[in-house]
């Protein structure tokens, strides 16, 4: 089957992390069926008004059409020439695909809205079914709630058109549903990488590490430092290694500096996945102290490096952990991490890293991936025919 994608976030010249698990995705569906990928993606200070950068290296045709973004100050008046831009490099993509690979039998966009609208289109012009997936977090946070109504409506109107919406994690599938997003909802999740490489050994059981962007409302790093602050009163000579930058990383960096823990932190800035896994693999449990989650791909990742996690219940996780990989607990809770933290030490030989790396191998591989959207795949021509 030929699949175009149309995503939202994809890695490219601007930023080579973004949507990087998207693609994943996209590259393990490229095991099984032919998969082409267009993506509009605009770029600041491009040294021309259009470019595009094809890349048939994974195994996938992944055709990048960049474009640069008006910087008018008139709101109204820069919305309207960034649409008409990334109408263009769309047009310019599809066109370039059409030439070069033919027609589609399906189209598959990710994240709302100008992907859907552009499948949406595109399926009514070739007359083929289109599958939309989300992955993002404003469907749990509140963010798309808190958009004009009429926007809200739109994005209703689209993913009704699709004949299947799928999401990474049965509770933004629930959320999804609750807010009217789609007719029917499939959880496919994300790959977890790591599974390929050998599993390092189980680490000292007083280090933690935390891999996440240093957005305190969204991941509450500073709940992360209460908390080891709280359990190094009980005699415990606690390690923390960070990885992840953000907009509050100096206001959490002064934080340690007031619990007096600045000389058992570790902040490693961001890092390329390739540098995150030797990190993970001389840790001895890791940390997911967020608010919410739509997957949560650290918490596979650490699974499948044979490394505990303790992480809240904030939606992603709960569909990894067991008692035999980490614990779960309340979100927002400083004394329950201090807990778990403690725990963590007292019992950490409790955790084989040989088993822990067993619980996500089967449903979280780039097979099981593939598999699963190729089931919705079919199902959705099925149901089109």
């Known amino acids: ?23 994943k995705q996209m590259l393990a569906v490229a095991t099984l069926h032919r998969v082409s990928v267009v993506y509009a993606c605009p770029v600041a200070n491009l040294d021309q008004p259009f470019q595009e950068v094809l890349d048939t290296a994974s195994g996938a045709w992944e055709l990048c059409c960049h474009y640069r973004p008006s910087t008018s100050p008139v709101a109204p008046l820069r919305r309207l020439k960034n649409w008409l831009r990334y109408r263009r490099a769309m047009n310019s993509g599809i066109g370039r695909l059409l030439r070069e690979r033919g027609r589609p039998d399906l189209v598959h966009a990710h994240i709302l809205t100008r992907p859907v609208y552009m499948a949406w289109l595109l399926s009514r012009a070739w007359h083929v079914p289109f599958v939309a997936s989300e992955q993002s977090s404003a469907h749990l946070n509140g963010a798309w709630r808190r958009q004009a109504w009429t926007a809200r409506w739109m994005d209703r109107w689209l993913l009704r058109q699709a004949v299947c919406t799928t999401a990474v994690s049965p509770h933004l599938a629930r959320a999804m549903a609750q807010a009217g997003l789609g007719r029917h909802h499939a959880v496919v999740p994300n790959v977890v990488p790591g599974m390929e490489v050998p599993l390092p050994p189980a680490g000292p059981a007083t280090h933690f590490l935390v891999v996440a962007d240093l957005v305190d409302a969204t991941k509450n790093v500073g709940g992360v430092l209460r908390a080891m602050a709280a359990a190094r009163q009980h005699g415990h000579d606690l390690r923390l290694e960070i990885v992840g930058d953000g907009i509050d990383r100096a206001s959490l960096q002064g934080l340690a500096e007031q619990l007096g823990l600045a000389p058992r932190i570790t ?62 607990i309340p979100v927002a809770d400083d004394q329950a991490l201090c807990d778990a933290m403690l725990h963590m030490v007292q019992h950490h030989g409790r955790y084989a890293p040989a088993t822990i790396r067993a619980s996500v191998g089967r449903r979280f591989s780039r097979q099981a991936v593939a598999q699963g959207f190729d089931a919705v795949y079919r199902q959705t021509t099925a149901n089109e025919h």
């Open 1 to 23: 089957m030929h699949v175009l994608v149309l995503p939202k976030w994809y890695p490219a010249l601007p930023d080579p992390q973004l949507g990087d698990f998207i693609r």
């Open 267 to 328: 902040w490693h800035g961001r890092l390329p996945q390739s540098a995150v896994l030797p990190v993970m693999a001389r840790t001895g449990t890791v940390i997911i102290n967020s608010n919410y989650e739509t997957f949560s791909v650290v918490t596979g990742e650490a699974l499948a490096s044979g490394k505990p996690v303790i992480a809240t219940r904030c939606g992603g996780p709960e569909a990894f952990i067991s008692a035999d990989n980490g614990l779960l």
